[in-house]
């Protein structure tokens, strides 16, 4: 009777002819990408295809250290690993160990190991990069002498600014022996003597950009003493010189307006800044001019010649002030005495015996003021205006007059 064998029975021998074939536990499959899914839990699923098939393929989380590139669809890759079946399914896959890509994906994986070497070794560090000078005068050019860059960046230089002076190393920039042209370019430009020096070409294809992913050329930049701006290919083209070079341009065009300054917005700043320095500095001498002005009055003030004419001046005052003081008082007091005089003056005898009033006295001189201070036969003196009469009374009568 035939033995009757279960799917799992099945399924375990031939993952045990898949296990102990030598060939299918080493293989390398090239083929292009499709199906790619990045699982959450780290695994890749995709598939490798051909004109003539399809392959199952899997790369664990485990395995990722030996992929140095995100896949995509699309892209031709060469994947090493073995094949086994996946019991539970029943069908077989390609188990990922590495995955490189193919054709250019062997430049790229050259590509990735001297930019981590250079990177370990510090030549991409920022405290090496060298600054762009703001206002240059040379800017050489390591670049094709008929290419569409050199014409780029000639254009964009004399439209900034006529007056720098560009200076052409004509380099190869592909094929062989493009390296090293870079390298003598760059070399000879910095013992020259310019400000500033880029390096770099038009758009190309990776193999059409090597040139500047040599390691040669990386070092020749990081040892320049100029500063230098890379611009190879497109604003998508990243190369190794883009990484060590002092500063990175996207394209050709863009390194020249990076490099050359403009003259017509320098030339209008600095009318302004000179506008604004004469225009300080006219206050400035204003303002100095003023403060000179008035320490000499200060000066002019506290000279003693000035003081003492100013004290001679005050003197003056004082003695005119004195002066009309006194005069005013013996102006006041002539009118006082005036004022008096008259005043005695009206009470004075003699002004009533002007008025026809007379003064009498007796003999003894004692003056006769009533009827009662006489008597008959006594003499008397009776004092007029202008004299004096001696007179005898004859007799004494009061009717008729008042006391």
Not at 253 to 272: C, F, H, I, P, R
Not at 275 to 302: D, G, N, P, V, W
Request: proline share 3%.
């Amino acid at each position: 009777m035939q033995h009757v064998y279960t799917v799992k029975q099945v399924n375990a021998y031939i993952k045990n002819m898949f296990t102990q074939d030598f060939m299918l536990n080493r293989i390398a499959v090239k083929g292009e990408v499709s199906n790619c899914k990045y699982h959450s839990s780290g695994h890749i699923y995709f598939s490798l295809k051909d004109a003539s098939g399809v392959i199952a393929c899997v790369m664990f989380a485990g395995n990722r250290g030996g992929l140095a590139f995100r896949m995509t669809e699309g892209q031709q890759v060469i994947v090493m690993g073995s094949v086994s079946t996946y019991e539970r399914d029943g069908r077989y896959q390609l188990y990922a160990r590495e995955i490189r890509l193919d054709g250019e994906g062997v430049l790229y994986e050259r590509f990735q190991a001297l930019r981590q070497e250079l990177d370990e070794m510090g030549m991409f560090a920022a405290e090496y990069k060298q600054p762009i000078p703001k206002y240059v005068r040379k800017v050489g050019i390591v670049t094709a002498p008929t290419g569409a860059a050199v014409r780029d960046i000639m254009n964009i230089a004399s439209r900034r600014n006529p007056y720098v002076q560009l200076i052409l190393y004509p380099a190869l920039v592909q094929g062989e022996g493009a390296a090293k042209s870079i390298v003598r370019g760059i070399q000879a430009l910095d013992a020259y003597g310019v400000d500033v020096i880029i390096a770099g070409r038009g758009g190309g294809s990776i193999e059409d950009l090597w040139a500047f992913n040599e390691e040669c050329v990386a070092r020749a930049i990081f040892d320049c003493h100029t500063p230098v701006i890379s611009a190879v290919g497109h604003e998508t083209d990243i190369t190794i010189a883009d990484f060590v070079a002092d500063l990175r341009a996207p394209t050709p065009s863009a390194a020249a307006e990076l490099a050359v300054y403009e003259y017509g917005q320098t030339k209008t700043a600095m009318e302004e800044i000179r506008f604004t320095m004469r225009k300080c500095l006219m206050e400035q001498i204003q303002k100095a001019r003023h403060e000179s002005e008035r320490y000499l009055l200060k000066l002019h003030l506290s000279h003693p010649g000035n003081q003492l004419r100013t004290k001679k001046q005050q003197l003056t005052e004082t003695e005119d002030r004195i002066r009309y003081l006194m005069e005013h008082k013996i102006t006041e007091e002539r009118n006082r005495i005036l004022l008096c005089t008259e005043q005695m003056r009206r009470l004075s005898p003699l002004e009533r015996l002007s008025g026809g009033y007379a003064f009498v006295s007796k003999s003894d001189g004692k003056p006769v003021r009533k009827i009662s201070d006489v008597q008959e036969k006594d003499r008397m003196q009776i004092y007029l205006k202008d004299g004096m009469i001696e007179a005898e009374v004859i007799s004494v009568k009061e009717e008729g007059y008042d006391r």
